[in-house]
Structures are given as C-alpha cells and as structure tokens.
C-alpha cells in the first residue's frame, strides 16, 4: 500500500463501515468526511452524483435551482485534497426545464463554475452512450412523441494542473478487423499519403502499438439485471441502489488516470461500484455514502461466493446496525473479483 493509502486508511480507523484489503467503506456526509483528508493526498475523485432531475428520486437529488452551488461545495474542498496530477470525473445526466420540453442547462453551467470559480481545467469532455437506456422524459418522448430518448451523460474529466497523470495505453480498445489486417500486410492495404484534409500519413500507420486509441464516446451498455451485487441484494431480501453505474464506467478513468496503489476516491458511493473496481485494480479507495443501507448492501459484492444466505445476511445486519466489519475475513479466495459479469 502506498504512503498516500496508510495515512488515509489511519484517519479514518475508527470512522469506516466495512473495510477490505485495499479499502474503506465509510457511512457519512461527504463535505465531512472529506475536509478530514489531507491536502494533495488523493490521486482521483470519480463520482456520480444525484442528478438534477425534476422528478424527486429516493437517492436525494436536489432541485436543479440549488444544485450548482450545492456541488461546488464539494468541489472546492476536492481542489483541495487532490495530488497536484489528480484529476475528478463527474457524471452527469441530462434533464428537462419543469414543465417545458425544453434542456436543462445545468451541466454546462456546473462545468463554468467549476473552470472559472474553483479552478479546474477540463482535460476533456466525454459522453456515455447508453444504447439501453428507456425513453425518457415519458411525456415528451412517449406520450407526446416530440423529443428522441436521451440516451448520453455528459462526463467531465477535470484535472488540477494543465498536465495531470494520464497513459492512454492502459485504455486501449481492439483493433477492427480491417486494421487487423493492415497491420499483418500494410502494403497491401495502405499506401502512405497525405489527406485532403492535409493531415499527412506515414508507414508507421501501420504499426501494431496493442490496441486502438479510444474516443471520447464512451460505449456502454447498463443492461445488467443478474450481477453478483443484485443477486445477492435478492437473496437476503433487501433493495439494491436503483442508479448503479456500468463497471467499464469507472473502470475507463481509473485505469487512464491512476497508477496501482494511488488513491481513488468516491464521494457519492451509492452500491460503490467504484470501490469494488478500484480493488480489482490494484488502487487503494475511500467510498462515502450517507446512506446505512446502501452501504451495507455495497458490502455484498466483495464477499466469497461460498458463504450462505445466512452470513450474508448477518454481515448486512451488521453493518447496518453500526458495526465495523473485516472483510478480509471473508475474501479468502483468489478469484473474488472474477464472479461478477462485468457490469454492476
């Protein structure tokens, strides 16, 4: 574990929910937990936070009039707490002005503030492409049929300095099979040349460098029904987060922006996807939720498939009966992180 993680995992000793090799669950308000944290000690915030939805959901979002000023609280204390290289992803959703079928500019207004008040950089803008996503708002797209379903967030890598840590090549996506084959045989398939639009291409096109860069659209489907954190959720009879995120999701940044044993950081953890990937990554992790229930529901993803229904059921109780849990007792087998299906 690295310096950054022990001091981390020091401070907050006494304060966690759960626990595992290289993480800590912790069941409190965000802008606390986080102002406890030294300066310049986390490598990455990644985060979903509740949307600014017009519909009220059970997660707690706020109004969208106080939703900007509501997360530049937290934003200013990350600025903080960031490695001079560490970067924060926030994603967020779309939504409509109430009543109108006309967008919400709040996402864009949040990406300003957080540029010119906070003094973030935006190192780039990425979009999530959920191609599963069901029609919404139901009165524009269903009933009135006057708007297409919206089926993108709006991802904003935001970074502390103007260089912040990033390898692309820990992302790379496979070749197509047509690229596959120019690079078994370039000459075949390529002649070196410039472009019309004057972007001149050499030989070395051809190469094999492991992978394709990605884009900045990001694929991926949030279609899961039967993963490990549901099936578990159902068998001890309780309620999963009804807004998980995609495990590619999180996993994407994680790999770009971190190296093994940094520090990665979620401060509105919900079914904490991102603390689970960050173990199966190799990263050290804070997740924060407010919430009792949903962190301890969070606890079933990283316990060994061969405990009963009963155990999972006293871990859950447990947790959210105030105990602080161990689960390096009970992640024994090598191949945890390998029962889920990918998603979350």
């Not at 950054?4 to 995992?9: D, E, H, Q």
């Not at 979002?61 to 992803?89: C, H, M, P």
């Not at 001149?200 to 394709?212: E, K, L, P, W």
Request: aromatic share 12%.
């Amino acid at each position: 574990m690295s310096n950054i993680g022990n001091i981390n995992r020091i401070l907050f000793e006494n304060g966690y929910s759960y626990r595992t090799r290289l993480g800590l669950a912790i069941c409190n308000d965000s802008l606390t937990v986080l102002s406890r944290f030294p300066d310049q000690s986390i490598n990455l915030v990644i985060t979903s936070p509740p949307f600014a939805l017009q519909r009220k959901k059970e997660y707690g979002n706020k109004e969208q009039d106080q939703y900007i000023a509501w997360l530049l609280e937290f934003a200013k204390i990350i600025n903080r707490k960031l490695t001079d290289d560490g970067s924060l992803v926030i994603d967020l959703g779309g939504a409509y002005k109430k009543g109108i079928p006309i967008r919400s500019l709040y996402n864009f207004r949040l990406l300003i503030h957080l540029c010119d008040d906070i003094g973030f950089h935006l190192a780039e803008e990425f979009f999530w492409y959920n191609p599963s996503k069901l029609p919404s708002p139901i009165e524009w797209v269903n009933k009135r049929k006057i708007r297409v379903k919206d089926s993108v967030n709006t991802i904003w890598w935001l970074s502390k300095s103007e260089y912040p840590k990033s390898d692309i090549r820990n992302v790379l996506v496979p070749y197509s099979e047509r690229m596959k084959k120019l690079i078994e045989d370039p000459a075949k398939y390529y002649t070196p040349k410039e472009r019309p639009s004057g972007h001149n291409i050499g030989s070395n096109f051809g190469n094999d460098n492991g992978g394709a860069i990605p884009s900045n659209l990001l694929q991926i489907p949030n279609s899961e029904s039967n993963s490990l954190y549901l099936r578990r959720c159902k068998e001890i009879g309780v309620k999963g987060h009804p807004a998980r995120f995609p495990e590619k999701l999180p996993a994407f940044f994680i790999k770009m922006l971190t190296h093994p044993n940094d520090l990665v950081v979620d401060i509105f953890a919900g079914s904490n996807t991102t603390g689970f990937v960050a173990e199966k990554l190799n990263r050290n992790w804070i997740s924060i939720e407010n919430r009792i229930d949903y962190v301890s529901a969070s606890s079933l993803r990283f316990i060994d498939s061969n405990f009963s229904t009963n155990k999972l059921t006293e871990i859950y109780n447990s947790i959210n009966s105030g105990k602080k849990i161990n689960l390096n007792n009970f992640q024994k087998s090598k191949t945890l992180f390998d029962l889920d299906d990918g998603e979350n």
